[in-house]
């Protein structure tokens, strides 16, 4: 109840400002019809190449693909990092040097290695993405109890038996809090890497608003984002307390 009526005090305050009082350039900030037109428009008659279903669809498929691929590669990367001594020092130093970069900065070099197309936005929300999940199971892999990982080794669990028995279920809060945050990373990332030579996407309606100095769409457009972000983030939640029953009700929306 409390965050409906946030949302109601904003939607009144936001009429309030924009349309009654005046108080906002409505050149500055749309007025809530404004921006409802546009959402319709851009529903039915299309906006940016596209209607809105096809630019919500490429853009959750460029997520998906770019956030997988990081996941499947950054996770199992973590906890052997977290495990070994010797596979940290192999990968370590190099993985520092590459931590640093900002993703958007690996934006040039994916257009010279893929063109323009979904590929170089696949990359760039891969490196977004996998740097979280790497340096999150890494930790927790190291916050395992040394007498359990000590008992295990006693027992003679080894190999796959001490991935699947003992790495992964003591590590899965640290590295469901990495997935989070590499999907944050996602989003963001994709909607900067589709501002450049994107036929579809979300980002792309931002490009082509700000080009046209259509504020109404641009917000349409942001909301989006954030709709699609919410709705991701909450279905990790769903697969977070599938996968840890017994903190189920503590995982954050």
């Given at each position: 109840?409390?965050?409906?009526?946030?949302?109601?005090?904003?939607?009144?305050?936001?009429?309030?400002?924009?349309?009654?009082?005046?108080?906002?350039?409505?050149?500055?900030?749309?007025?809530?019809?404004?921006?409802?037109?546009?959402?319709?428009?851009?529903?039915?008659?299309?906006?940016?190449?596209?209607?809105?279903?096809?630019?919500?669809?490429?853009?959750?498929?460029?997520v998906?693909?770019?956030?997988?691929?990081a996941?499947?590669?950054?996770?199992?990367?973590?906890?052997?990092?977290?495990?070994?001594?010797r596979?940290?020092?192999?990968?370590?130093?190099?993985?520092?040097?590459?931590?640093?970069?900002?993703?958007l900065?690996?934006?040039?070099?994916?257009?010279?290695?893929?063109?323009?197309?979904?590929?170089?936005?696949?990359?760039?929300?891969?490196?977004?993405?996998?740097?979280?999940?790497?340096?999150?199971?890494?930790?927790g892999?190291?916050?395992?109890?040394?007498?359990m990982?000590?008992?295990?080794?006693?027992?003679?669990?080894?190999?796959?038996?001490?991935?699947?028995?003992?790495?992964?279920?003591g590590?899965?809060?640290?590295?469901?809090?990495?997935?989070?945050?590499?999907?944050?990373?996602?989003w963001?990332?994709?909607?900067?890497?589709?501002?450049?030579?994107?036929?579809?996407g979300?980002?792309?309606?931002?490009?082509?608003?700000?080009?046209?100095?259509?504020?109404?769409?641009?917000?349409?457009?942001?909301?989006?984002?954030?709709?699609c972000?919410?709705a991701?983030?909450?279905?990790l939640?769903?697969?977070?307390?599938?996968?840890?029953?017994?903190r189920?009700?503590?995982?954050?929306?």
């Amino acid at each position: 109840m409390v965050g409906v009526t946030t949302v109601v005090v904003f939607l009144v305050l936001w009429y309030l400002a924009t349309t009654v009082t005046g108080l906002v350039n409505p050149s500055r900030f749309p007025r809530p019809n404004e921006v409802w037109a546009a959402f319709s428009f851009i529903q039915t008659e299309g906006y940016g190449n596209g209607k809105l279903y096809q630019h919500v669809f490429h853009s959750l498929q460029l997520v998906a693909m770019g956030f997988a691929v990081a996941v499947s590669v950054g996770v199992p990367l973590g906890l052997l990092m977290g495990y070994s001594r010797r596979a940290e020092a192999l990968i370590n130093p190099a993985f520092l040097l590459l931590r640093p970069i900002p993703p958007l900065a690996w934006i040039p070099l994916a257009i010279v290695w893929l063109g323009l197309d979904d590929g170089s936005k696949i990359l760039v929300i891969f490196v977004a993405a996998f740097v979280p999940s790497v340096i999150n199971s890494y930790t927790g892999v190291r916050n395992i109890e040394a007498p359990m990982m000590e008992a295990a080794r006693m027992l003679g669990v080894k190999g796959w038996r001490m991935v699947a028995e003992v790495l992964v279920p003591g590590s899965l809060p640290m590295i469901f809090t990495g997935l989070r945050l590499s999907l944050q990373a996602s989003w963001t990332t994709l909607v900067a890497a589709e501002l450049i030579g994107a036929l579809y996407g979300l980002g792309s309606i931002l490009n082509q608003a700000a080009q046209d100095i259509y504020p109404a769409m641009i917000l349409v457009a942001m909301v989006l984002v954030g709709l699609c972000g919410a709705a991701t983030t909450w279905l990790l939640g769903q697969l977070e307390n599938r996968a840890m029953p017994w903190r189920k009700g503590r995982v954050a929306a």
